[in-house]
């Protein structure tokens, strides 16, 4: 693998990790599931698995 592969799969990797806080922090701040579902084009039982995790 080269280093340029490399580089884009770590900044996957912090996207993703982020897009997971993000979710969490919205959570706790009381915004519903089906909302975060809808902007985040991710379906519920996803959105519900982050929460719980």
């Known amino acids: 693998m080269d ?3 490399q580089l884009m799969d770590v900044d996957k ?3 993703e990790q982020e897009r997971m806080e993000l979710i969490q922090r919205f959570y706790n701040e009381g915004v519903s599931i089906t909302t975060i579902a ?3 084009n991710m379906c519920e039982e996803d959105i519900s698995y982050i ?3």
């Open 3 to 5: 280093i340029m592969q």
């Open 38 to 40: 809808n902007a985040t």
């Open 13 to 15: 990797k912090a996207r």
């Open 51 to 53: 929460v719980s995790n």
